[in-house]
């Protein structure tokens, strides 16, 4: 029982926080907006990979179970492609679909961040299919990048040659730092306001090692003009975030501390609030509680207050990992408060399981009580809510 338990922890971990395990495969971001992937795609100078489907295409779906979750599919698309996937009969599919003329499924399009097609197949592909396809969206030409090779190999160190040698590298998903670090020394002054250039400079810059971070931070107000100040904020924002998530994994803090100097320094107008959500994220997967309570506290207070989804996947994070119950009591507040705005299943069962961590077993029956009312009336399965039911009995048994 008590691994099963662990187990079923474990798995709400993954959906209230969202921290599932890396998948293989086609990692989807699926709670994105058509606008928020062609956003993301453009401040991160990638095209974006859209499979448009139906929900009844059998096509569809054994390209779903046995295409995109192939690790070596997985490994080119998550590196090289901003990656979605919309149903063209629901949501922004309808007017996907409209737009693009698609009627057979599945279709497979890459756009570029304004939504211009730049590579599209209708019908099904296997691995290698998909692969090929891919690299056919990001270097239509493969010869270019190979006489690209030839002429670096030879020697040539042109400025402009550099320059087209990593955008070429950047384009096909491979490695383009180190040309591109070489192309940013060459660089002069006057160059490093030229059209010709500052568009290469702004889109390879995506490492907060990287040296464009300080030619992009000098030269603010000419960025922001010239690619918009949310593309420019965003784009400071995804190197802070990827620069703490490898911070995590390399037990690195002093790559934390750098990105949290960098979304400072720039002082975007929501930089506090991307401070802390930062600063939450990196304290959590360090399991530093009483840093990650600090900055919880304070997001809520000043962000969060009536954000339901984030209320509840605040509080739930309380339940996994913390056991003060001064912390949990706060953290049930925030669970009810989140219940009040948006009345879910889910909601209800974190505010339950909050409440038997509690030992407030007769208030935590109830709330699984309405929990179950509420799964029926959204038409999903209690099974959580009714096994939580079963802990708590038991656990009045034992005070009897």
Request: charge should be neutral; aromatic fraction near 12%.
């Amino acid at each position: 029982m008590k691994n099963f338990i662990n187990a079923f922890l474990f798995l709400f971990c993954c959906v209230f926080t969202g921290q599932s395990l890396r998948a293989d495969g086609i990692e989807f971001n699926h709670d994105k907006s058509f606008q928020e992937v062609l956003d993301m795609a453009k401040a991160q100078n990638k095209l974006v990979f859209m499979d448009c489907y139906t929900s009844w295409c059998g096509p569809c779906k054994r390209l779903a179970s046995t295409v995109f979750t192939d690790s070596s599919v997985g490994i080119f698309f998550n590196t090289t492609f901003v990656n979605a996937k919309f149903d063209m009969e629901k949501g922004d599919g309808l007017n996907i679909s409209n737009k693009y003329g698609i009627r057979a499924y599945p279709t497979l399009l890459w756009l570029d961040g304004d939504g211009n097609v730049k590579h599209k197949i209708v019908g099904g592909l296997d691995v290698p299919g998909l692969i090929e396809n891919g690299r056919k969206a990001v270097d239509p030409a493969p010869g270019i990048l190979s006489g690209y090779r030839k002429q670096y190999g030879d020697g040539n160190r042109d400025v402009n040659f550099l320059r087209d040698y990593s955008n070429a590298l950047y384009d096909a998903g491979e490695k383009y730092q180190d040309n591109f670090n070489e192309y940013l020394k060459k660089l002069t002054a006057a160059e490093m306001s030229d059209p010709k250039h500052t568009k290469t400079v702004f889109n390879l810059t995506n490492d907060l090692k990287s040296p464009g971070v300080a030619v992009l931070m000098k030269n603010k107000d000419y960025y922001q003009h010239l690619v918009g100040e949310q593309v420019f904020n965003n784009k400071i924002n995804l190197i802070a975030s990827k620069a703490a998530s490898e911070s995590i994994g390399s037990d690195d803090k002093s790559l934390y501390e750098g990105a949290i100097q960098l979304i400072k320094a720039n002082k975007a107008p929501d930089h506090m609030q991307q401070t802390l959500k930062l600063s939450m994220d990196y304290y959590y997967h360090m399991g530093d509680w009483e840093n990650y309570d600090k900055n919880a506290a304070q997001y809520v207070k000043k962000y969060a207050s009536k954000n339901a989804k984030e209320l509840n996947d605040i509080a739930w994070n309380y339940y996994l990992a913390i056991h003060k119950p001064d912390l949990l009591a706060r953290a049930a507040k925030w669970a009810y408060t989140a219940i009040n705005i948006d009345d879910k299943y889910t909601y209800n069962l974190t505010y339950a399981w909050i409440l038997y961590n509690l030992e407030n077993y007769k208030e935590a029956s109830l709330a699984c009580d309405y929990a179950i009312i509420r799964a029926k009336a959204e038409n999903v399965q209690a099974t959580s809510a009714t096994q939580l039911k079963g802990y708590i009995a038991n656990s009045l048994k034992k005070q009897q």
